[in-house]
C-alpha cells in the first residue's frame, strides 16, 4: 500500500467509524428516550419496559465477544459491516411491530450488532493512526457516540410527540445508507493484514488453529492484562449505569426540578467534549494517566451530584461529571488494545470490555436495594474500605512484613468502623468515605518517595556493597623473624593482626610493671 493509499484509507476508516459509532449512540440511547410512550403503546409493564433494555445488554456482551474474535480471523472491516447493518435492519424491524416477545427478540438482535460497533471501530482507527495522534482519533470518532445520545435527546423533545416513536426508531436506521461507502471505501490495516498471514501460515504450519484465547492464557503478561482489564471494565461499566440509572430520580428529587432532560443532555455534550479532549491529553501524557485523572473525576464529581446536587449548582456539577466521564471513554478500547499484539488485539478487547457489561447487570438492581433501604452512604463506605485496606497494605509492603493475625485484626477492626456506620449520622458515613479516599491517595504518594521494593532493593545492595569490602584484599606491612613483609589479607584477618599487634605494644609497655600482689614479707 503507498502512501497516498494508506492517507485515503486511514482517512476512510476514520468516516466508517463514525457510522458505526453514530449507529451505536442512536440506537443504544433512542430506547431509553422513547420508553414512556412504547410502554403506552405497547400496553408493557415496568418489568416488562426494563427487561428489554437488559435483553440489549445481553446481546452486546455476547455479540461482542463473538465479534472480537471474529474481527481476529475474518477482518476488522468485514465485522464492523455486519454489526452496523445487523443493528440498523434490527432497528427499522423494531419499529414495525406489536409484540412485546419479537420487541425484545429485535433489541437482543440489535446489541448483537452493537456489540462490536464500538470498539472494533477504535481498533481499526488506532491501526490506522501512529501512536502519538491514536488517542485524539479515538476520542474524536467516539465523541460522534455521545453526539448520538445529543440527536436521540433532540428528537425525543421535539420530534418524538409529533411524530411517534415508531419514526423516530426508523429515522435511526438510516445510517445503513452508508454501508455501500464502507464496503468499498475502507480496507483493514497493513499490519492487521501482515499479522493475520504470519497467523494463517503458523497455523498451516502446525496443522491447526491456535485458539486466540488459549494463546492469550499462555502468555503471562497478556493474561495478566486479561484479568486486570476484565475486572476494571466491570467496575466501570458498574459505576457508570449504577450512577446513571438512579441519578436523574435522586437529583430531582433532591433538587426538586420538573425534568432533567436538558440536564441530561448537557452531560452528554460534555461527554463529546471530554472524549476528544481527553484522547488528545492521553497522546501527551498518556493514557494511564488520563485513564486514572477521568475514573477519578467521574468518581468525585459522582458523589458531589448525590450528594451537593441543588439548583444552582446541578448544572456545573452535571458538566465537570460529563467531562471526566468522557476521558476514559474515548481512550479505553484504544488502551486496552494496545495491551494485545495485533493478531489477537480485537479478541482480547472483545471480551474485557464486554465482559463488563456484567457490572451493568447487576448496578442498576443492587443500587435500587440501596436506595429503597437508604443505605448509599454506607455502601460506599464499605467500598471505599475495602479498597483502602487492600490498596494500604500492597503499597506499603505490610502485608509482606505482618502475620496472619496481624491482618485480620487490621480487617475486623476496620470493619468496626463499617458496622458502626450502620447506627450512625449519614454525615459519619460520608466522612468515614471520604477518610478511606484521602489514605489511599496518601498510600500512592508515599508509594512514590518512599517505596517498599526500592528500599527493599537498596538495602540489599547496600548489605552487599558490605559484604563485598569485608572480601577486599588489603595490603599490610607486618614484621616475621625480625624482616618487615607485606601481605594482602582480607578485612577480617587485617582486623585481627591489629589486634595482635595491639597486644604486643600493650606488653611491650607494661612489660616492667608487677604484675604479682605483695606478700606480707615484702
Known amino acids: 500500500m503507498t502512501e497516498l493509499e494508506l492517507k485515503k484509507y486511514s482517512r476512510n476508516a476514520l468516516l466508517g467509524s463514525f457510522v458505526s459509532m453514530l449507529t451505536a449512540g442512536l440506537a443504544t440511547m433512542m430506547y431509553s428516550v422513547c420508553i414512556s410512550t412504547i410502554r403506552t403503546d405497547l400496553a408493557l409493564t415496568a418489568v416488562q419496559a426494563g427487561s428489554l433494555g437488559t435483553y440489549t445488554f445481553m446481546g452486546q456482551m455476547l455479540g461482542g465477544m463473538v465479534a472480537g474474535y471474529l474481527a481476529d480471523r475474518f477482518g476488522r472491516k468485514n465485522i464492523l459491516i455486519v454489526d452496523v447493518i445487523l443493528a440498523t435492519l434490527a432497528v427499522f424491524a423494531t419499529s414495525l411491530l406489536q409484540s412485546y416477545s419479537i420487541f425484545g427478540l429485535l433489541r437482543f438482535v440489535t446489541g448483537v450488532g452493537l456489540g462490536g460497533c464500538y470498539y472494533i471501530a477504535s481498533i481499526l482507527i488506532g491501526e490506522f493512526v501512529p501512536t502519538n495522534k491514536r488517542g485524539f482519533m479515538s476520542g474524536v470518532a467516539t465523541s460522534v457516540w455521545n453526539f448520538g445520545y445529543v440527536v436521540c435527546c433532540a428528537m425525543s423533545a421535539f420530534a418524538l410527540p409529533s411524530i411517534g416513536w415508531r419514526w423516530c426508531f426508523r429515522i435511526c436506521a438510516l445510517p445503513i445508507i452508508f454501508v455501500i461507502f464502507m464496503i468499498f471505501g475502507m480496507k483493514d490495516a497493513p499490519s492487521f493484514t501482515a499479522a493475520k498471514a504470519n497467523r494463517d501460515k503458523r497455523d498451516q504450519a502446525e496443522g491447526k488453529k491456535v485458539n486466540a484465547y488459549a494463546e492469550i492464557w499462555a502468555h503471562p503478561r497478556m493474561r495478566k492484562s486479561f484479568i486486570i482489564w476484565s475486572i476494571s471494565m466491570i467496575l466501570y461499566f458498574y459505576g457508570y449505569y449504577g450512577l446513571i440509572t438512579w441519578l436523574p430520580n435522586y437529583v430531582q428529587s433532591q433538587v426538586g426540578m420538573q425534568s432533567g432532560g436538558w440536564i441530561t443532555a448537557a452531560g452528554y455534550i460534555a461527554m463529546i467534549i471530554g472524549t476528544a479532549g481527553g484522547g488528545k491529553i492521553a497522546d501527551k501524557i498518556g493514557r494511564k494517566k488520563l485513564f486514572l485523572i477521568g475514573t477519578i473525576g467521574t468518581a468525585i464529581f459522582g458523589l458531589c451530584l448525590a450528594f451537593w446536587a441543588n439548583s444552582s449548582n446541578i448544572l456545573v456539577l452535571m458538566l465537570l461529571y460529563g467531562v471526566c466521564y468522557g476521558m476514559p471513554t474515548g481512550i479505553h478500547a484504544t488502551f486496552i488494545g494496545e495491551c494485545?499484539?495485533?493478531?489477537?488485539?480485537?479478541?482480547?478487547?472483545?471480551?474485557?470490555?464486554?465482559?463488563?457489561?456484567?457490572?451493568?447487570?447487576?448496578?442498576?438492581?443492587?443500587?435500587?436495594?440501596?436506595?429503597?433501604?437508604?443505605?448509599?452512604?454506607?455502601?460506599?463506605?464499605?467500598?471505599?474500605?475495602?479498597?483502602?485496606?487492600?490498596?494500604?497494605?500492597?503499597?506499603?509492603?505490610?502485608?509482606?512484613?505482618?502475620?496472619?493475625?496481624?491482618?485480620?485484626?487490621?480487617?475486623?477492626?476496620?470493619?468496626?468502623?463499617?458496622?458502626?456506620?450502620f447506627n450512625a449520622p449519614i454525615g459519619f458515613s460520608f466522612y468515614y468515605s471520604v477518610s478511606n479516599i484521602w489514605q489511599i491517595g496518601q498510600s500512592f504518594v508515599t508509594y512514590k518517595i518512599y517505596s517498599p521494593e526500592k528500599f527493599k532493593k537498596q538495602y540489599e545492595e547496600e548489605l552487599a556493597a558490605k559484604r563485598a569490602e569485608k572480601k577486599k584484599k588489603r595490603s599490610v606491612t607486618v614484621e616475621e623473624n625480625g624482616q618487615t613483609v607485606t601481605k594482602e589479607v582480607s578485612l577480617a584477618d587485617a582486623n585481627k593482626l591489629r589486634l595482635e599487634l595491639a597486644r604486643k605494644r600493650e606488653a611491650e609497655l607494661h612489660k616492667d610493671e608487677r604484675t604479682t600482689p605483695l606478700n606480707k614479707e615484702q
Not at 345 to 369: C, D, E, H, Q, Y
Open 340 to 421: 494485545f499484539p495485533t493478531h489477537l488485539r480485537s479478541t482480547g478487547v472483545g471480551f474485557t470490555f464486554n465482559i463488563g457489561r456484567l457490572g451493568a447487570f447487576i448496578a442498576p438492581i443492587l443500587m435500587g436495594k440501596l436506595v429503597d433501604m437508604n443505605m448509599i452512604s454506607v455502601a460506599i463506605a464499605t467500598v471505599t474500605m475495602f479498597v483502602s485496606y487492600f490498596i494500604t497494605q500492597k503499597l506499603s509492603g505490610m502485608d509482606a512484613q505482618m502475620q496472619g493475625s496481624m491482618k485480620i485484626m487490621m480487617l475486623v477492626c476496620n470493619l468496626m468502623f463499617v458496622t458502626f456506620c
